[in-house]
């Protein structure tokens, strides 16, 4: 009499056999799930379609905005907090301002050199002299404002 024979050579259950020792079918679950959720199957007004909508929503509406970096870019144009003008930096020829147009238009029909000459006697309090102007255009070849390098 061999008792127990059967049992050495069988497995007791196909969940161990797999060695996942999960129940079966649980993968398939969740693959069947994963699949629904890339490819949604599923009809307009259903209570999944619900759901959906509501996730998206959600991680519309509660993401940081720092998440993605989309900081707002400095332009010419924006310079109204600053009253126009912006220090740029020294080089080898003087100090640099970008100064916005509308404040050289502000001053009236003069031509635009003798405007940022009246804007920088008041802001600088010091002699100085206008080395360059460069006219800074946008890409509909508006003027935005002048680069201006200055001695002191």
Not at 20 to 36: N, S
Not at 38 to 47: I, K, L, N, Q, T
Not at 99 to 128: C, N, T, W, Y
Request: glycine share 6%; net charge positive; charged share 25%.
């Amino acid at each position: 009499m061999e008792p127990r024979t059967e049992f050495r050579d069988a497995v007791a259950s196909p969940a161990l056999e797999q060695g996942t020792g999960a129940v079966p079918g649980t993968w398939e679950t969740i693959k069947r799930a994963l699949v629904r959720a890339v490819f949604w199957p599923y009809e307009r007004g259903s209570w999944q379609y619900d759901i959906i909508c509501l996730v998206i929503l959600l991680f519309i509406f509660l993401t940081p905005a720092a998440w993605y970096h989309d900081q707002p870019r400095l332009e010419l144009t924006d310079l109204r907090h600053s009253q126009g003008i912006v220090e740029a930096g020294r080089s080898k020829d003087g100090w640099r301002y970008i100064v916005d147009a509308r404040l050289v238009g502000s001053l009236g029909p003069m031509k635009p050199e003798d405007a940022l000459q009246q804007i920088f006697s008041r802001r600088l309090h010091k002699p100085f002299s206008i080395k360059s102007v460069d006219v800074v255009h946008d890409r509909n070849n508006i003027v935005l404002g002048y680069a201006v390098v200055i001695s002191r």
